[in-house]
Each structure stands twice: as structure tokens, then as C-alpha cells.
């Protein structure tokens, strides 16, 4: 199972060192949807380059996940930057890919995700602005 | 020689990467501003650099964001120096790391990127 998104990034990354395998296609395939499906409920729409950026990001993050491995903490002050609720809806988002497969997801993980969402969200506003 | 390499932090971050390829002899044109990841190819373009590294939490979206756009060759994910030294000798030309905002980076990076350069013109 695959999607076009998937494909796209496979084509991007494919003569990297770390080309996408099955196994990262079968974790975005889950967890890719999760993320479209919060975007879609807050109103917020990726383009091309954006789904890309995001895409790459979910494939690092489903590699760290397979393999138990997390992230140094972050500034806190970066949560000042996400929109209220984001960040809890994002746990909710990261958690329910993470708790299956026995992950603990620390706070940086939802804190990069987060951000992916707010960068698409002001990007979006920006150009509805100028519009 | 002088090679001009982009810096783009997704925190805006990245000043000891710069002090690092200036260090190392070369010109940093870092990006302000948060975000900054994602402009890397942009700037690469507009400055005519040979070089793009881009910061973010996992290593990649400026990286493929500047394959996507200018079909730059990249690596992404690097957590390690050495690892972008050998990016740089495959002739990877926009490098994505996590958050690694080390002069050692940006000196060792840039010493690669004259040495590879260095070669290919003797």
C-alpha cells in the first residue's frame, strides 16, 4: 500500500543513502493519513512543496520510532510559536501512531510536528492575504 | 578559491556553522529568521553558492524541498560532521542535518567541499 505522496518522496530521496523501504511505506501509510486528516479538520492545506517537507519529516520521525530512538529536548519557548490546542491535538495525532508500537513520544516530536502544521497554517494566511 | 555556501537553520539559528566555513575559508550566507530551512535552495540560486546546508528537526525538508525546486543532488538526516563530509565527496550539493549548530560542521564541511573542489580543476 502506497500513495502518491509516498512515491513522490521515494523519488526525491531515492539516490540518497537512506532510499524509503517497505517498511517506511507501510508506517507512512499509517501515519501520513493521521496527519491529513488533522490538517484537514483545522482548515489547513499543504502544497506541493510544503506535503513534501512534511512527508520527509514523517519519514525521519516513523524511522525513529521503529528503531526507539528520541530526540534532545528543545527550547520550550518554541511552543509560544504554535497556535493554542495545536500542540494536544498533535500529541493526540503522534500518540495514536506511537501507542501501538510501544513508542513514548517525547515532547520534541510533537513540538517538530507541530510546527510543520503552523509553518503550512501562516504560509496559508500569508497568502490568503495577499490575495 | 572562494565557494559561497548557504546556511538556512529551521530556528534561525546556524551562526557557528558560518563561523565555521568562514574559518575554513569560505563565504556563509546564512538566512535569518526562523524557518530559514526552507529557503536554502532558493538562496543557493539567487546567490549562485555551491553549497546548501539546511537545519531542521529531522534533516530533510529543506534538503528535499531544494531537490524539488532546483533538482539539487542531497543528502538528509545527517546528525554527524563526518557524515556531511562524505555527502560532500559523493558531490551532494545541498546537505540536511538535524539541529547541529557546531563550528566544526561548517569548518569541516567547507574544508571537504575546496578539497573536492581542488581536485576536479587540477
Same mark, same amino acid.
Given at each position: ?11 526525491t530521496v531515492?539516490?540518497?543513502?537512506s532510499?524509503v ?6 508506517d507512512l501509510?499509517e501515519?501520513?493519513?493521521l496527519a491529513?486528516?488533522?490538517a484537514e479538520t483545522? /482548515?489547513? /492545506?499543504?502544497?506541493?512543496?510544503r506535503?513534501?517537507?512534511l512527508?520527509?519529516h ?5 524511522r525513529?520510532v521503529r528503531?526507539d530512538?528520541h530526540l534532545?529536548a528543545?527550547?520550550?519557548?518554541? /511552543? ?9 491535538a498533535?500529541?493526540t495525532l ?7 508500537r /510501544?513508542?513514548?513520544?517525547h ?9 510543520h502544521?503552523e509553518a503550512?497554517?501562516?504560509l496559508?494566511h ?6 | 578559491m572562494t565557494?559561497?555556501?548557504?546556511i538556512?537553520h529551521?530556528l534561525g539559528?546556524?551562526?557557528a556553522?558560518?563561523?565555521?566555513v ?6 556563509p550566507?546564512?538566512i535569518?529568521?526562523p524557518?530559514?530551512?526552507m529557503?536554502v535552495g532558493?538562496?543557493m540560486?539567487?546567490?549562485?553558492a ?10 530533510g525538508a529543506g534538503?528535499?524541498?531544494a531537490k ?6 542531497i543528502?538528509?538526516?545527517?546528525r ?7 555527502a560532500?565527496e ?5 546537505l540536511?542535518?538535524?539541529f ?6 561548517g569548518f569541516?564541511?567547507t574544508e ?6 581542488a581536485?576536479?580543476?587540477?
Open positions: 500500500m502506497t500513495t502518491p505522496l509516498i512515491e513522490r518522496l521515494a523519488t531515492g539516490d540518497s543513502s532510499p523501504t517497505d517498511a517506511d511505506r507501510a501509510t501515519f501520513l493519513p491529513q486528516v488533522y483545522c /482548515g489547513i /492545506g499543504f502544497d506541493d512543496i506535503s513534501l517537507a512527508a520527509v514523517a519519514l525521519a520521525f516513523v525513529r528503531v530512538e534532545d528543545l527550547d520550550e519557548e518554541l /511552543g509560544a510559536e504554535i497556535a493554542p490546542g495545536r500542540m494536544a498533535v500529541r503522534v500518540d495514536a501512531f506511537c501507542a501501538p /510501544g513508542f513514548a513520544a515532547d520534541t516530536e510533537v513540538l517538530l510536528l507541530a510546527l502544521f503550512a497554517a501562516q496559508q500569508q497568502t490568503s492575504q495577499q490575495a | 565557494v559561497k555556501i548557504v538556512g529551521r539559528k546556524g551562526q556553522v558560518a563561523d565555521g568562514r574559518a575554513a575559508g569560505g563565504e550566507v546564512l535569518p529568521g524557518g530559514a530551512d529557503k532558493d538562496v540560486d539567487a546567490e549562485g555551491q553549497l546548501g546546508i539546511s537545519f531542521c528537526g529531522s534533516g534538503a528535499v524541498t524539488a525546486k532546483y533538482g539539487h543532488d543528502e538528509f538526516g545527517m554527524s560532521a563526518q557524515a556531511g563530509v562524505a560532500v559523493q558531490g551532494r550539493t545541498v540536511g542535518f538535524g547541529l549548530d557546531s563550528e566544526e560542521l569541516k564541511v571537504a567541499l575546496l578539497k573536492k573542489l581536485k576536479e580543476a587540477s
